[in-house]
């Protein structure tokens, strides 16, 4: 039997990256999952691949109505669940004179009110003694030129986790959140970028991280399921998986 067997889990953002590597990584333990993304094909490619212990379902963090349909769905296909691994996000580069309403809205409309409401739908649904992960970021403790909203918006949700496991210690669910730093995902993290924009931002992450490389989807999966599963007296926390980028200085090579 799977270190996982028996324990149920809901994935949102997890048709790509770090999402649908913590997807694999419950499956591949004997779970059952239910997984979120917002485009058809994407989910599609991804039901057929993860076979029938994992659950698609198409949903838009953003619209609160896909949120109350995602609550029924866990309901119907799970039951109640063991985690809850809030992934999906959204950045797109911008330099604070050029932020349009539109982008800020967007940003925290997925990143901030959409995690928060998801949270709060699929509270009820957890088990006492389950677990909430959110995805962070290093943004939020470093000025990094072009992110000033997503950071903001992820900065947000690193309060939102700490004062929500605040408020569900009376059921023994604890609720923490991982802090990617650089991880080669399809997009790195951010919406539009070109292929040469993506190529400048895995250097970049080479050239930064102390550890000399970028980090992959199977880590920062990793890292999750040690919070929702092994870190039983950890809550509140952020734990950052960056290859040292905002713990260490980067030495001189």
């Known amino acids: ?4 067997a028996g324990k149920k889990a809901v994935v949102t953002g997890g048709t790509q990256g770090m999402g649908l590597a913590t997807v694999k990584a419950l499956l591949d333990g004997g779970a059952e999952v239910l997984f979120t993304g917002r485009n058809e094909k994407t989910l599609e490619v991804a039901r057929r691949e993860l076979g029938p212990r994992a659950h698609a379902v198409r949903s838009d963090t953003a619209s609160l109505t896909d949120i109350d349909a995602l609550a029924r769905a866990v309901e119907e296909q799970l039951g109640r669940v063991d985690l809850v691994f809030i992934n999906a996000g ?12 539109q982008v800020y809205d967007q940003t925290f409309d997925i990143n901030t009110k959409g995690a928060y409401f998801t949270a709060q739908r699929l509270a009820p649904l957890v088990n006492e ?5 959110f995805t962070t970021s290093v943004a939020n403790v470093t000025g990094i030129p072009g992110m000033s909203v997503y950071s903001g918006s992820k900065a947000a949700l690193r309060s939102f986790a700490q004062g929500l496991a605040a408020e569900l210690l009376p059921r023994r669910i604890r609720v923490n959140a991982v802090s990617p730093g650089f991880i080669k995902t399809p ?4 919406d539009g970028a070109s292929p040469e924009e993506l190529a400048a931002f895995e250097k970049e992450g080479n050239d930064t991280t102390p550890m000399g490389r970028i980090g992959s989807p199977e880590e920062v999966a990793r890292a999750v399921l040690f919070l929702a599963f092994d870190a039983t007296f950890t809550t509140g926390a952020e734990l950052p998986v960056d290859g040292g980028l905002t713990q260490v200085a980067t030495p001189h090579r």
């Open 187 to 190: 997009t790195m993290g951010v």
């Open 1 to 4: 039997m799977g270190r996982y």
């Open 90 to 101: 959204f950045a797109r580069l911008g330099m604070f004179e050029h932020v349009d309403e």
């Open 129 to 133: 003694g389950g677990s909430f992960v």
